[in-house]
Nanobody
Framework: QVQLVESGGGLVQPGGSLRLSCAAS??????????MAWYRQAPGKQRELVAR???????SYVDSVKGRVTISRDNAKNTVYLQMNRLKPEDTAVYYC??????????WGQGTQVIVSS
């Protein structure tokens, strides 16, 4: 199976920035990818979709992060990124990388912790 490994999480002050990376253990060909996405789960809350990018490059974001977050991908490096700016305490969560293939199979990373606090 495809293994996804997240990195880039950490502790930042409100207003700071982080770039999360998700690297695949093997090549993910565009022809079999439905989408790549980032989810997050804050303490005591359900997991939510933060951002998604399709093979065609179409992106979508949850309202709470629009204007502050950008999802991008580099197929040559089998990597998807989540650039987060002007971070807020409510952005604190474990962030998970997710990829769904056109076959319906989905793959998840182990998660990376993001803490936004003074």
């Amino acid at each position: 199976q495809v293994q996804l490994v997240e990195s880039g999480g950490g502790l930042v002050q409100p207003g700071g920035s982080l770039r999360l990376s998700c690297a695949a253990s093997r090549s993910i060909f565009s022809s079999v990818i439905n989408y790549m996405a980032w989810y997050r789960q804050a303490p005591g809350k359900q997991r939510e979709l933060v951002a998604r990018i399709t093979t065609a490059g179409t992106t979508s974001y949850v309202d709470s992060v629009k204007g502050r977050v950008t999802i991008s991908r580099d197929n040559a490096k089998n990597t998807v990124y989540l650039q987060m700016n002007r971070l807020k305490p409510e952005d604190t969560a474990v962030y998970y990388c997710n990829t769904q293939l056109i076959s319906g199979l989905g793959f998840w990373g182990q998660g990376t912790q993001v803490i936004v606090s003074s």
